[in-house]
């Protein structure tokens, strides 16, 4: 049964310190997304890779957050120095777009508590 | 540029009672669109999508939804409530296809017996 799998699931950290959360897509998936969800904002786009180049990381704090793709199987999300307002569940998804496939598969999140 | 608008934060229904959870999009392209649905503690699952094929799409556990091109509506309903259906609920536009998905607020669903 494929599915997209995220690690860690949860993740506690103290402030300033580096955070990394990762993602394996379904394999064959071309579309790779991080969104963050916040009682706050809902459901917000981060980024977005296609064939793992970066297609859109305008929702996301350059300063401090990265996301890369270092190969097919693995996209990371990287937040150095965190900050309490970075608290919030990180989703990764992934989906064969293009024609009339359309849909994206969802992780089960990593959520993040910075204190 | 594209956005949802979900009408309702919350909606609450008897089980057994029908269900209606409203969306609105806006697009400048022909939209795909699709539900999603969360429950507590958990990933989104895909409950049904709309692309340019019929205009009523049937998803699973037995939900549906109507594109109305001239509402710019998508709305969410299923006939009878089932206690396990009480969850949050996210209607996505996807426009142009293959660009990222845009959620909707959110629509929470509570199901009492």
């Known amino acids: 049964d494929a599915r997209v799998t995220q690690t860690p699931r949860h993740k506690v950290t103290e402030m300033g310190q580096e955070v990394t959360m990762r993602c394996q897509p379904i394999l064959g998936h071309n579309t790779v997304f991080w969104y963050r969800q916040t009682m706050m904002q809902g459901l917000e786009l981060l980024a977005y890779?296609?064939?793992?180049?970066?297609?859109?990381d305008s929702g996301m704090p350059k300063d401090r957050f990265s996301a890369e793709m270092p190969d097919a199987t693995l996209a990371t999300l990287k937040i150095q120095p965190s900050e309490p307002r970075d608290s919030a569940v990180y989703f990764c998804?992934?989906?064969?777009?293009?024609?009339?496939?359309?849909?994206?598969?969802f992780g089960q999140g990593t959520r993040l508590t910075v204190v | 540029a594209q956005s949802v608008t979900q009408l309702d934060s919350h909606v609450s229904v008897s089980e057994g009672t029908p269900v209606l959870l409203r969306c609105n999009y806006s697009s400048s392209y022909s939209p795909s669109l699709f539900w999603y649905v969360q429950h507590p503690n958990k990933g989104l699952q895909l409950l049904l999508k709309?692309?340019?094929?019929?205009?009523l799409v049937k998803g699973i556990n037995g939900f549906e939804a109507e594109f109305k091109k001239s509402e710019t509506s998508f709305h969410l309903t299923k006939p009878s409530a089932h206690m396990s259906d009480a969850a949050e609920y996210f209607c996505v536009v996807n426009a142009p296809a293959g660009t990222a998905l845009i959620f909707g607020k959110g629509t929470t669903l509570s199901v009492s017996s």
């Open positions: 890779f296609r064939n793992r180049a970066p297609l859109d």
């Open positions: 709309y692309t340019s094929a019929a205009t």
């Open positions: 998804a992934s989906g064969l777009l293009g024609g009339m496939n359309t849909e994206a598969f």
